[in-house]
C-alpha cells in the first residue's frame, strides 16, 4: 500500500500540493477526455433550418344532416434540416487549456529548480528558446509591438527560478511551485488587462504552438515504456511469491501487445485496410501516462540523484503530463486534425521502437532473473548488461526511422497544424484572407487534412462563393471524411439545384456513418420532393432512432404524413404518435388535428412568442395553425396575434388573418365580420379565401342572404356548393338545383346527389344558438342572455329576447346597441326592427321609430305587422302626446 500512496509518507506540505496536483490532473483529463469525444462538434455546430409550407385543412364546416360543408384554408407545416455550421473556435476551450497549461508549466519550472546545475540551466535555457519562439510581441502588451512582455517573462520567471536554485535550496516544492504559479498568474493579468490584441488568449495559443507540441512529445517518450514495464510487473509481482517464473506470461502478453501496436501503425500508415477496429492510441497514451506516475518513481531513483522522485521526478512527470492533456485537449477542441494524427503517430510508433528495445533490454537483462522466479519488476531499472541510455536512444532511433519511412509526415502534419491555428486567429479577427492564405499554407504540407479544407469551405461560405464552398467539401472528405462535411456539400448542391448530386453525397455519407441521424433525416427530406414517400419515410423513422434529437425528424415525419396521408391513415398515425416539447412538432400537430377536424383543447406553448416578439418559422407555424385548431377554446390569440403583427410586418396578413378566428369562435363575432368584410372589398390574391371564409360564418349564423353576396365571387366548387346550400336554406331551391347541376356538370359525384337529397328535405343545420335560445326562453337570465347573445348576436329570436330583457330591466341604451349590431348583417329581420322601433320611442327618436315601423311593414308578414301596430301605435301616441303637453 506504501508503494501505491507513495506520498503518504511525505511531508504535509507536499502531501497536500500532491493531492493539489492529482486534482488538477484529473481535471485535465477530464478536459482532454471531453474535448475528444467529438473533436469537430466542438467547433461545427448542427444548426437546424426550418422551412414553412402550406397545406389546406377544413376548419369551417357546417353540418347538415348526415353531410357537411366546409371550405379549404391553409394549415401550416414545418419541415427541418440539419446544417453544419461554419467552423468556429470555442473561447472557453482556449481559456480552459490556459488554466490546465500554466499549471503544468509551473510544476515543470519549479522542479527544474530542484535539479544540478548543468540540467537546471538547460532546461531553463531551452525554456527560454521556446518563449521566445513564441513571439509574445504579437500580444502588444500595452499597446505596440515589442519584446516588452518576452523580457518582463524571462526576467520573472528566470529570475525567480534561478534564485530558488542557487540561494534558497532550503526551501520545499510546495514554496517553489507557489511561485512560479504566482509569476503565471501576474504574467497573465497582465494580458489580460494590458493586451491591445483582440483575442489575446487565442493569439498566445497559437504562437506558443511550439513550446506545448514539444513538451507534449516529450511527456509521450518519456511514458512511452510504462506499459511494457507494467508488464513486467503484472508477469512476476503476483507469482513471485509463489515461486513460479513469469517469463512465458511476459513474453506472450509483450508479444501481443508489439503486435498491437503493429497492426495499428500499419492501418494507420494505410498499408492494410482490415476495417477493423483496434485500440485507439488515445486508451494507450492515457495508460501509459497513468501507469508513469508510479512507474516514473522507479526510474528515477535509478538516476543516482539527478532526478530525486520526491523532490524532482513527480513533479516534473505530473506537469508535463498536465501540459499534455491540456494541449491535447486544445488540439481536440479546435478539431486540429494534422496535430491529432502526430500526437497520435508519436504514441503508436513511440510505444512500438521504444518497447521493442525495452523488451530486448528487459530480456537481455534479466533472463536469469526471471528464470529464479524472482520478482524483476523491483530491479527494472538496474541494468546488468545493456544500459537504459542505450536502449532510450535506439528506440528514439527507430522512431526517427518510422517516421521518416513516412517522408517525416508526422512533421509535416504539426506544421500544419501550427498554420491552422494561425488561421483559426485570423479566422476569428475577420481577417479572412490572412486566415485563407495560412488554411492553403497548412494544405502544402497535408493537403487531405480535414481541419485546413472544412475552414476553406466556411470562409467561401461566408463570401457568398458556393463552388469553391464545394471544392473544399469534397477535399475534406478524402481523408478524414465527417457528416458535417456531408451536409455542408449536400446543402450546397441543393441550393444549386442539383438534386441527384446531393442526394449521392448524402448516400455516400451514409454508407461511411450508416447511423448518423442528421445525414439520414436529410436524405428523407430529400426524398419527400419526389414522389418517394416510402423512402422519405424510411429513413426519417431510422433518423428519429438515430438522431441526437429526434424530436426533428419526428417533426418531419409528421408534416410528410399529413402531405401524403389519406385521412383514414392519419387518423390511425397520429392516435400512436408519441407528444413531445417540441414547438415545431406542436405546430405540426396542430396542422394534423386540423386535418383530422380534431379541435380538442391544448394548452399554449408559452414559449411560442420570443421575448423580443420577433417570430421564427416554428413559431409562426405554431402561432397560425393554434388559433385556428383552438379558437373555440382560447380567446386569447385576438389579442396577441394582431400585436404581432405590428412586430413582424411581413408576416401582418397571415397573423391578423388566423386572429379573427378565436375572435370570430369565442370572441366578439361582430368585430371579425367587420374585419373580414372590410378585407374583402380588397382586391388582392387572398380575396377568394377572405370571402370564402366570411361566407361560411354567415352561413353559420343563419345570414343566408349575406351569405350568397359574399359567396358569390368565389371560383371553383367551393363557391357553388356554398351558393347552394345559401341558396336552398334561404328557401331559393330553384337556384340551388340549378347550381348544383352545373357543378355536377363538371364533376359527376354521388355526393352532390346526396346534397341535393339532404337541402331538399328541408334539414336545417344545427346550432348551438337553438339550445341556448331554448334556455333563455325558459329561463331568462343576465348570464343565459350574454351565452345565448355571444354564440350569435345575430339571431332575430336571441336578439330579441335579449332587448326584451334589457328594456325591463331598464337598461334601453345596452338593448339599442345589442339591435344596432345585430341589424348590421341582419337587416331583413322585421324582429330587429320591431326592437329597433320599440327602443327609439322609449329614448325619445321618433324619426328613427318611424324609419324602425317602416321597415317592420316592408319585412313582415301582414298578420305579424299588425301584432307590431298594436303595441308600436300606443307606444307613439303617447310620447306625442307627453311632448305636447310639455
Keep these: 500500500m506504501n508503494d501505491l500512496l507513495f506520498w503518504k509518507v511525505w511531508s504535509p506540505s507536499e502531501r497536500r500540493m500532491a493531492v493539489g496536483t492529482f486534482l488538477v490532473l484529473i481535471l485535465g483529463l477530464a478536459y482532454l477526455v471531453w474535448q475528444c469525444i467529438d473533436p469537430l462538434g466542438n467547433v461545427v455546430r448542427w444548426n437546424v433550418v426550418s422551412e414553412l409550407s402550406e397545406t389546406t385543412a377544413v376548419v369551417d364546416v357546417l353540418q ?40 503544468g508549466l509551473s510544476l515543470v519550472l519549479a522542479a527544474l529548480t530542484t535539479m544540478p546545475r548543468f540540467w537546471y540551466l538547460a532546461g531553463t ?114 507469482e513471485a511469491g509463489k515461486g513460479r517464473s513469469g517469463l512465458v506470461q511476459f513474453i506472450v502478453i509483450s508479444v501481443l501487445y508489439l503486435l498491437l501496436l503493429l497492426l495499428i501503425y500499419l492501418q494507420n500508415t ?64 479546435t478539431a486540429n486534425d494534422p496535430v491529432l494524427e502526430t500526437l497520435e503517430d508519436t ?55 518510422l517516421f521518416s519511412m513516412q517522408r517525416l509526415l508526422p512533421l509535416n502534419q504539426a506544421i500544419a497544424g501550427y498554420f491552422n491555428g494561425l488561421g483559426d486567429l485570423h ?77 449521392y453525397s448524402l448516400q455516400e455519407g451514409l454508407r461511411r456513418f450508416p447511423a448518423n441521424g442528421e445525414l439520414l433525416n436529410n436524405l428523407g427530406m430529400l426524398y419527400s420532393k419526389t414522389n418517394v414517400a416510402d423512402s422519405a419515410y424510411y429513413y426519417l423513422d431510422l433518423a428519429q432512432t438515430n438522431a441526437k434529437r429526434p424530436e426533428i425528424p419526428a417533426t418531419n415525419l409528421l408534416a410528410i404524413l399529413a402531405k401524403n396521408t389519406n385521412s383514414g391513415l392519419l387518423d390511425s398515425l397520429a392516435g400512436s404518435s408519441e407528444k413531445r416539447d417540441y414547438l415545431s412538432w406542436q405546430a405540426n400537430w396542430l396542422a394534423v388535428q386540423n386535418m383530422r377536424q380534431q379541435f380538442q383543447k391544448e394548452d399554449f406553448n408559452k414559449n411560442s412568442i420570443p421575448a423580443d416578439s ?27 396575434l394582431p400585436k404581432l403583427a405590428v412586430k413582424n410586418p411581413v408576416l401582418s396578413q397571415d397573423l391578423s388573418l388566423v386572429a379573427l378566428y378565436p375572435q370570430f369562435y369565442s370572441g366578439n363575432k361582430l368585430k371579425a365580420l367587420e374585419m373580414l368584410t372590410a ?85 336545417r343545420p344545427k346550432s348551438v344558438s337553438d339550445s341556448l335560445f331554448s334556455v333563455v326562453s325558459k329561463s331568462p337570465s343576465a348570464q343565459n342572455i350574454q351565452n345565448a347573445v355571444r354564440a350569435n348576436p345575430f339571431d332575430a329570436r336571441i336578439v330579441s329576447a335579449a332587448s326584451e330583457y334589457y328594456r325591463g330591466k331598464k337598461q334601453v341604451k345596452q338593448a339599442y346597441q345589442l339591435v344596432l349590431d345585430a341589424l348590421r348583417y341582419n337587416e331583413y329581420a322585421p324582429e330587429l326592427w320591431e326592437q329597433y322601433a320599440f327602443l327609439s320611442l322609449e329614448q325619445g327618436l321618433l324619426t328613427q321609430a318611424a324609419e324602425g315601423e317602416v321597415k317592420v311593414k316592408q319585412y313582415a308578414l301582414p298578420a305579424g305587422y299588425q301584432r307590431f301596430l298594436t303595441r308600436y301605435q300606443p307606444m307613439r301616441a303617447l310620447i306625442e302626446k307627453q311632448r305636447a303637453e310639455f
Aim: cysteine-free; aromatic content about 14%.
Design 64 to 103: 347538415l344532416g348526415q353531410w357537411q360543408y366546409g371550405i379549404s384554408t391553409p394549415t401550416h407545416l414545418v419541415t427541418e434540416n440539419f446544417m453544419s455550421s461554419v467552423m468556429e473556435v470555442n473561447a472557453l476551450t482556449v481559456y480552459l487549456f490556459w488554466i490546465g497549461a500554466l499549471t
Design 125 to 238: 535555457i531551452l525554456f527560454i528558446l521556446f518563449l521566445a519562439f513564441a513571439r509574445l510581441e504579437t500580444l502588444r502588451v500595452f499597446g505596440a509591438e515589442n519584446r516588452l512582455l518576452f523580457l518582463i517573462s524571462t526576467v520573472l520567471y528566470g529570475g525567480l527560478s534561478y534564485y530558488f536554485h542557487a540561494f534558497r535550496p532550503d526551501l520545499g516544492i510546495a514554496t517553489r511551485i507557489a511561485g512560479m504559479l504566482g509569476v503565471s498568474v501576474v504574467l497573465a493579468v497582465l494580458v489580460a488587462f494590458g493586451s491591445s490584441s483582440p483575442v489575446p488568449v487565442l493569439t498566445a495559443a497559437v504562437y506558443s504552438f511550439p513550446l506545448w507540441l514539444v513538451a507534449t512529445m516529450l511527456f509521450l517518450l518519456v511514458s512511452a515504456t510504462e506499459i511494457m514495464a507494467g508488464l513486467v510487473w503484472l508477469s512476476t509481482s503476483g
Design 270 to 333: 494505410r498499408q492494410i485496410d482490415w476495417n477493423v477496429t483496434l485500440v485507439s492510441p488515445f486508451y494507450l497514451a492515457l495508460a501509459s501516462g497513468i501507469l508513469g506516475i508510479w512507474g516514473f518513481r522507479r526510474r528515477a531513483d535509478s538516476t543516482q540523484g539527478v532526478i530525486p522522485f520526491r523532490s524532482t521526478g513527480f513533479w516534473l512527470y505530473i506537469g508535463l503530463f498536465i501540459v499534455a492533456a491540456s494541449f491535447g485537449g486544445l488540439m481536440a477542441g
Design 347 to 401: 504514441v503508436v510508433q513511440g510505444q512500438l521502437a521504444m518497447g521493442l528495445l525495452f523488451l530486448f533490454y528487459i530480456l537481455v537483462n534479466f533472463w536469469e532473473v526471471f528464470q529464479q522466479r524472482l520478482a524483476v519488476y523491483k530491479v527494472l531499472y538496474k541494468p546488468l548488461r545493456f544500459g537504459l541510455t542505450q536502449t532510450r536512444l535506439f528506440g528514439f532511433a527507430g522512431l526517427v526511422v
Design 427 to 503: 479566422a476569428t479577427t475577420e481577417e479572412f484572407t490572412l486566415a485563407e492564405q495560412y488554411y492553403k499554407l497548412a494544405l502544402q504540407q497535408e493537403f487531405q487534412n480535414h481541419k485546413s479544407n472544412y475552414a476553406l469551405a466556411s470562409i467561401a461560405l461566408k463570401q457568398g462563393d458556393r463552388n469553391a464552398a464545394a471544392y473544399y467539401f469534397r477535399q475534406a472528405l478524402l481523408k478524414n471524411p465527417s457528416p458535417q462535411a456531408y451536409a455542408g456539400l449536400s446543402g450546397i448542391l441543393v441550393q444549386e439545384s442539383l438534386f441527384f448530386d446531393a442526394v
Design 614 to 640: 420577433l417570430l421564427s418559422v416554428s413559431s409562426l407555424a405554431y402561432l397560425l395553425n393554434y388559433a385556428t385548431n383552438q379558437a373555440a377554446f382560447d380567446s386569447l390569440p385576438a389579442t396577441f
Design 679 to 763: 378585407w374583402t372589398a380588397e382586391e388582392g390574391e387572398k380575396s377568394d379565401l377572405y370571402h370564402k371564409i366570411l361566407g361560411h360564418w354567415l352561413l353559420q349564423l343563419g345570414l343566408y342572404d349575406k351569405a350568397i353576396e359574399a359567396l358569390s365571387p368565389v371560383e371553383g366548387i367551393e363557391g357553388t356548393l356554398g351558393m347552394a346550400v345559401a341558396n336552398a336554406l334561404s328557401d331559393k331551391k330553384e337556384v340551388a338545383v340549378v347550381l348544383l347541376d352545373k357543378a355536377q356538370e363538371k364533376e359527376k359525384s354521388p355526393a352532390l346527389e346526396q346534397l341535393k337529397q339532404t337541402l331538399f328535405s328541408g334539414v
